[in-house]
């Protein structure tokens, strides 16, 4: 059963191989199928293997085989409370982006093969145990977005990549130059994350362990991101196809805050406790500045790009707050760290729907500004009733995953953090505020409609490949908010796992 995970992890680039050698003159529809049947067999996978592991939490699924065993470095993936949930939520989100593409006509063969070797990025990055297995998928996930947004995306598609690559690029090198550290600081040198935990190698060494915090912090938070290193977004966002921008803020952004849990807490635990306190600021400080410049923005997809800055910033609070709360409230501790891989998973569904749904804004007018549109309900209903529901459960709403994740995060962080976590709250109600009015300025009042070159007249409703890609995301959500104890119980374990681990 070992053979499953690293089946789930290369089978969609086999699948993107095998679609690079199909001659060009091969119909679309062979690889909008091929595409669609890897997917929906990558997610067939994934629920195999969380259906095969057992309730009783630590590494499952393990692979260790040699690769390069003169630096310490070997094939190790396996999964546990924390990755399992994003794997599933990379084969849900990269199955609904095949199918909201099917009707997409431009190099068809190329952009399928460029989302299934992107697929297998974030999937092995999710899976890996050995840190350069970890940098190397971390890696190969900026090349292959690169490529999707510079070949794929809007008029200024190329200078957005451009940035994206070299800042993105730059927090993988400091992130590089940290994983180093610690292989210098153990002994044997080792790159192995759970021969790392065990060992706990910079115990004691507060100078040396701070150094490699900060270059893991800076690495992780480029890519998650936070303020000040969230500058790459909004223009990456912008330019992006649809489905593009719903993986990269589905997926991709977690590999950061995946890091702090998976490498940062449990293999700096010294160094964590002592800059806690920096993290809980930094997580503020994205939570509100995300809402007010939100709040500020005309394009809707812009908009949605800073939510993502918010709500990544509830994640680093509670991961902060976690570190600062006493031996005496260990169930806060759980509530916080449970809360934050809860939140990545939720901020997936909902925010993947999101860029979906402004995807489907752009082809039907050509523009994202939202003072271009008015009224849009009476001719789409059903759009303006999708985009209503993952607007209001974005904004917490009681009823959908965004609820259960932030109160376990506010929750978890009020005690150590009370100051910190009443400034959270405010982001809340931006958010509210934010998006309610971008509700009011595209469906109320009276019809108008872009007069863009390319604009369709009327205002075409849901299309049934959007609804299939979309819909599912927000029942997920709903599932998630009203039933949320089946993922609970993967993610509880886990969250004690790293707490014991952080307490050392």
């Known amino acids: 059963m070992t053979a499953v995970l690293t089946a789930l992890v290369l089978l969609p680039a086999a699948a993107a191989v095998l679609l690079l050698c199909l001659p060009r003159s091969t119909p679309r529809t062979a690889f909008r199928v091929v595409w669609v049947t890897v997917s929906a067999a990558v997610l067939a996978l994934t629920l195999a293997v969380w259906a095969g592991c057992r309730g009783a939490g630590g590494i499952q699924y393990e692979i260790h085989a040699r690769w390069i065993p003169s630096a310490g470095i070997g094939y190790h993936i396996g999964v546990d409370g924390l990755s399992l949930p994003l794997l599933a939520l990379t084969a849900v989100l990269f199955l609904a982006c095949s199918v909201h ?15 299934l070797f992107l697929e297998t990025t974030c999937l092995g990055l999710f899976a890996a145990l050995d840190l350069i297995l970890f940098f190397v ?12 947004i510079a070949g794929w995306g809007h008029k200024g598609a190329a200078r957005a990549a451009l940035y994206f690559f070299l800042y993105t690029f730059l927090g993988s090198l400091a992130l590089l130059l940290g994983f180093i550290g610690l292989y210098l600081a153990a002994e044997p040198h080792t790159f192995d994350m759970v021969a790392l935990t065990a060992q706990n190698p910079l115990a004691g060494r507060s100078a040396y362990g701070g150094l490699v915090l900060l270059a893991l912090g800076i690495g992780l938070a480029v890519k998650t991101p936070t303020v000040p290193f969230h500058t790459w977004l909004p223009p990456a966002h912008t330019e992006a196809p649809a489905e593009g921008s719903a993986i990269l803020a589905g997926v991709l ?3 950061g805050t995946y890091g702090f849990l998976r490498i940062a807490l449990p293999m700096l635990p010294d160094a964590w406790r002592a800059y806690a306190l920096v993290f809980v600021v930094v997580g503020v400080v994205s939570v509100l500045y995300g809402a007010l410049v939100a709040l500020a923005q005309t394009e809707f997809k812009r908009m949605i790009a800073y939510t993502s800055v918010n709500h990544m910033g509830y994640i680093v609070l509670a991961i902060g707050a976690a570190a600062a709360v006493g031996g005496s409230t260990g169930d806060a501790r759980r509530l916080a760290v449970t809360g934050a891989t809860y939140q ?13 749904l402004a995807g489907v804004l752009y082809e039907r007018g050509r523009t994202y500004d939202m003072g271009a549109y008015s009224g849009v309900a009476a001719t789409a209903p059903v759009f303006a009733a999708l985009t209503g529901v993952a607007a209001f459960a974005s904004l917490g709403l009681p009823g959908f995953s965004g609820f259960i994740a932030e109160f376990q995060i506010l929750a978890g962080s009020l005690g150590p953090r009370p100051v910190a976590t009443g400034l959270a709250v405010l982001g809340i109600l931006l958010t509210a505020a934010l998006l309610l009015r971008a509700l009011q300025r595209i469906f109320l009042g009276p019809l108008r409609l872009p007069e863009a070159p390319g604009a369709a007249r009327p205002f075409a409703d849901i299309r049934a490949h959007e609804g299939v890609a979309i819909v599912p995301l927000l029942a997920l959500a709903v599932v998630l908010g009203l039933a949320p104890r089946f993922v609970l119980d993967v993610i509880e374990p886990a969250s004690r796992d790293v707490l014991e681990l952080l307490a050392r």
């Open 344 to 356: 990545m998973v939720s901020h997936g569904l909902l925010t993947g729907a999101l860029f979906l």
């Open 101 to 115: 593409a099917l009707r997409g006509t431009h190099r068809v063969r190329e952009f399928a093969a460029l989302f």
């Open 253 to 255: 952004l977690k590999m």
């Open 137 to 148: 998928f971390f890696d190969l996930s900026i090349v292959a977005m690169y490529f999707i």
